[in-house]
């Protein structure tokens, strides 16, 4: 197979997607190859730089596809798809819908990703929007999907239903959960409790016989690992996934100041780096190690990398386009869902 | 003044409800009292068995008042606050209405607590909508009001601009903050993010003179402090709410777990202990030291105490219910707001 990488749009582009690239391939299948989309002279100036070899000397499973422009985040997304024509990501959707391409990756404007995958990839038929999914993590490490985290601010009933049934393909195919249990994101678990349409969504999931319905659950049990997906409206999606992401950040960064304070608290702290528990205490915390955030109910596999992604965020994203292909969660979708 | 305490409802009732109020008098003025709520027999029974002597010879500024029945978390509000006569929480909010006492303090259901507030002691008049405001943690230590945390699902836009200014009273004459800046929790920064009641009410909160609007405000940037009172409608304020605490549970989870995991680690974890880098973590992430949840607009102080509340807390809240009424909310709230 073939992935699409954007190498622009980023926070660390193209320094870390060319990297990332570069040292994920080992983890890929040997016949997985990569396209790199961004400034050809630019990448392959880069690639000297960091390696003192040309490509072609390094690997023949990475090519390079050119691109003179950029979508940013000062964007209007609607309007860089239609305009931008050689921006970075609208090359990699054009190669992804020619065929060129499995799957496509972008650490770019959301916005311009998720009208992007609808505009030019188009929603699978029978689906009646995609969501844009995040992978979050749990205390026993296996993490659970939310969505949608923004694709959508207003639902409809058939969405919750289509965002549980996509997202239980995924798990099961690409994560190989069995029966993944489902919770509908509210503000108590009683049946009764929420919106008039969230008690219609409660009533509508428990009926499908498709996904393993939970219930209703409380933002605060999202992390405990009693299930693997939690949909919700985009609105409601987006402010739990950053307000997750806040208070990570914030207690983060409260640890390190508390460790850094005084002398004694920088000896107990080297004891703990020695141990290796602020590493895995970190990367247990770290959603980036949970890949990033997808895109469900369009006819290819996109991906959306962290903004703020690192040439190891690269690499497990990379892996994750991988089995994203090869779960055939597409393939799956029309099926199961969209033939009904 | 008079505080009225309920000490049942809460998961530690009435113990540390009773220890609480014991213990907190000293951090209160001399002249102000404090009414418990609960079994007569079993409080002064509690009483006897913590400090082996009877209440008459520990203080004179705390009585009791008898209630035989509790409201429980399984209770459906309305129906509890109708039927459940003789509930401390019903007894509490009675003696609010008739004035024997200035403030209420209850770790019962929450629902009950909205419903009791809004139906026996009555909404400020000109007041839309009574908001539940939730104090968070900042990392700078000064914390921020979110608002609403659950008591409407659906809001109107004069709901958005009297949440605004509700807090910003509280926020200056309880807090002592200046000016606070109010962000209105949104999908993203930009005027035009969001559902089309959301890119009315960044209009409306932006002509408001009396706020120091902000503008709009991502759930990741809630803890930085830029902001001190978050305005939302009461479904996406729950949901953040809830997400943060969640994730804040799960790392503090993570967090132990890794520090006890090796010897190694443990020696790490001791020393860090011994320099109170753990005390003082712990203290900066816990959200209960920030205080209660409030209840703003109505006719008296009312704070709903954490349901796991302890002793300590307790002794929090009792302090935040007497600023609440020495800072004259409820009248500037009338003076200020309502007569409009």
Do not use: W
């Not at 990569?34 to 390094?58: A, H, M, S, V, W």
């Not at 307000?243 to 990570?248: C, P």
């Not at 409260?254 to 920088?266: A, D, F, N, R």
Request: aromatic letters at 4%; hydrophobic letters at 40%.
């Amino acid at each position: 197979m073939n992935i699409l990488l954007d190498t622009m749009g980023g926070d660390n582009s193209p320094d870390e997607f060319i990297k990332g690239a570069i040292e994920g391939l080992d983890g890929l299948e040997k016949t997985t190859t990569i396209t790199l989309i961004g400034d050809e002279n630019i990448i392959k100036q880069k690639i000297k730089e960091f390696y003192n070899k040309d490509l072609e000397e390094i690997t023949d499973r990475i090519t390079i596809k050119h691109a003179s422009d950029v979508i940013t985040n000062h964007d209007v997304p609607t309007e860089a798809i239609k305009n931008k024509k050689d921006a970075s990501m609208n090359i990699g959707f054009d190669l992804l819908k020619q065929g060129e391409g499995d799957s496509f990756i972008s650490a770019g404007n959301t916005g311009a990703i998720l009208v992007g995958g609808l505009l030019k990839v188009g929603r699978i038929k029978g689906i009646d929007r995609p969501a844009l999914c995040a992978l979050l993590p749990t205390i026993d490490g296996q993490g659970f999907m939310l969505l949608d985290c923004g694709a959508n601010t207003n639902c409809k009933l058939i969405n919750f239903v289509q965002f549980a049934q996509m997202a239980t393909i995924y798990m099961e195919n690409v994560l190989e959960m069995e029966n993944p249990a489902v919770g509908l994101l509210n503000i108590g678990s009683e049946e009764e409790k929420g919106t008039e349409l969230l008690k219609e969504a409660n009533k509508a999931l428990k009926e499908q016989e498709d996904i393993n319905f939970y219930g209703n659950i409380e933002g605060r049990y999202m992390f405990d690992g009693d299930v693997r997906i939690v949909v919700t409206e985009g609105f409601s999606g987006n402010i739990a996934l950053k307000t997750a992401e806040g208070i990570g950040l914030t207690l983060s960064k409260m640890l390190k100041e508390e460790l850094t304070k005084k002398t004694l608290s920088k000896i107990g702290a080297g004891i703990l780096k020695a141990s290796g528990a602020i590493t895995t205490l970190k990367k247990r915390m770290d959603y980036s190690e949970y890949g990033g955030a997808l895109l469900l109910g369009v006819e290819k596999p996109i991906i959306k990398c962290h903004g703020s992604g690192k040439a190891k965020d690269v690499k497990i994203v990379l892996k994750q386009a991988e089995d994203f292909v090869n779960g055939k969660v597409v393939d799956a979708i029309k099926e199961r869902i969209a033939k009904k």
